[in-house]
């Protein structure tokens, strides 16, 4: 049954911002930040869904965040989502659309739709019992008529159409749907299974273009296969690396790269980037001592190996420092590592969004 819980937790694209560690081109502006996807952008847009386990606004989750409040971000203080708007000087933290107290303050400069456990592969979402792409793409819809009443027809689309976008999914598909459930195994090879989830990922794309978005940065996988739930899960006695599950990824990112770079060409005036999250993630995994971390295999909480969302919970010990650590559950990166990836998604994609 605790495997099974775990099943439904996303790792996502593990990245971070910091407003020191990355600096957009002077003369790009951008009036408001959305986030699609899972966990890694999720901001709270699971609290309220109560037939699901993926779920995290409880504590030790945001034991680092500003007064130590668990909002619902799966990790130990801000999620890539928050620190992406810091650093493009919209605002402080980027609020979950589905939170009962946002503000239309907050609506007028983005909000996140992102959902913990969800995927490309809409029966990912469904195991889950979460919010799917396709349901995110409607509460963008709904979202679009708000911002109109709130500020008019023309800065609304002005405002969709120069603002940033950011997709985040993909690991639950791969780590979950078909390594841990077996249920799209036995219907898709790997190669097929690849496909499936990049029609899913064109698609979404293709429908927030005609909705208005033009800049969008879309995340690979990462290796999914070095978390510590998938080490201890798959790696063997030695909780090594599952390769057979980043085989899937890198082979699902070289497909999401080629086709990017064809809807680009496809797609007038859009300039979606694909960001490559897996490669210095699985340096950091790796070569973890080399960035100054203790533990490279294991999550801060609990044993660190296959405690993550409701498994880690009021009950389950921490770590004394998170920042020892790259990961601070079995599935989701500490902010520290964060702020080490954007570092390297600056160096080389920032120019990219001009």
Not at 30 to 42: E, L, Q, W, Y
Not at 63 to 68: A, L, P, R, T
Not at 122 to 150: C, R
Not at 201 to 223: C, D, H, M, Q, W
């Amino acid at each position: 049954m605790c495997t099974l819980l775990l099943s439904f937790i996303l790792l996502g694209g593990i990245v971070s911002y910091t407003t020191h560690a990355i600096q957009f081109p002077p003369n790009a502006s951008f009036p408001a930040v959305f986030a699609f996807g899972d966990s890694i952008m999720d901001t709270g847009n699971n609290n309220n869904n109560m037939k699901t386990l993926a779920k995290c606004n409880f504590p030790p989750y945001g034991k680092d965040f500003k007064g130590g409040i668990p909002t619902g971000r799966f990790c130990n203080g801000k999620v890539p989502s928050d620190f992406l708007v810091e650093v493009l000087g919209v605002k402080e933290l980027l609020p979950a659309y589905l939170d009962p107290n946002i503000q239309p303050s907050d609506l007028i400069t983005g909000v996140c739709f992102a959902s913990g456990g969800a995927g490309y592969d809409p029966l990912t979402s469904q195991i889950a019992a979460v919010i799917s792409l396709s349901d995110q793409l409607e509460l963008f819809k709904e979202y679009i008529g708000k911002l109109k009443g709130l500020v008019g027809e023309d800065r609304a689309n002005f405002i969709i159409e120069n603002s940033m976008y950011f997709v985040v999914q993909g690991s639950n598909d791969i780590s979950n749907t078909y390594f841990f459930t077996h249920v799209r195994e036995v219907q898709y090879d790997v190669p097929a299974y690849a496909d499936l989830m990049l029609n899913a990922a064109t698609n979404f794309l293709t429908e927030i273009y005609k909705l208005g978005a033009r800049k969008i940065g879309v995340f690979s996988a990462p290796p999914i296969g070095c978390v510590p739930f998938q080490r201890t899960l798959a790696g063997g006695i030695e909780r090594k690396c599952a390769e057979k599950i980043n085989d899937l990824c890198k082979l699902f990112n070289t497909k999401l790269s080629k086709e990017l770079s064809s809807l680009n060409h496809n797609l007038i005036n859009s300039r979606i980037v694909y960001l490559d999250v897996y490669t210095p993630l699985l340096d950091i995994i790796v070569n973890y001592q080399n960035y100054g971390y203790k533990v490279g295999d294991k999550g801060c909480c609990g044993t660190g190996e296959v405690e993550a969302s409701v498994l880690c919970n009021q009950l389950s010990t921490t770590c004394e420092n998170a920042n020892d650590y790259v990961f601070w559950d079995s599935f989701h990166p500490t902010e520290t590592v964060h702020m080490k990836l954007v570092d390297s998604l600056n160096r080389k994609y920032s120019h990219l969004f001009l």
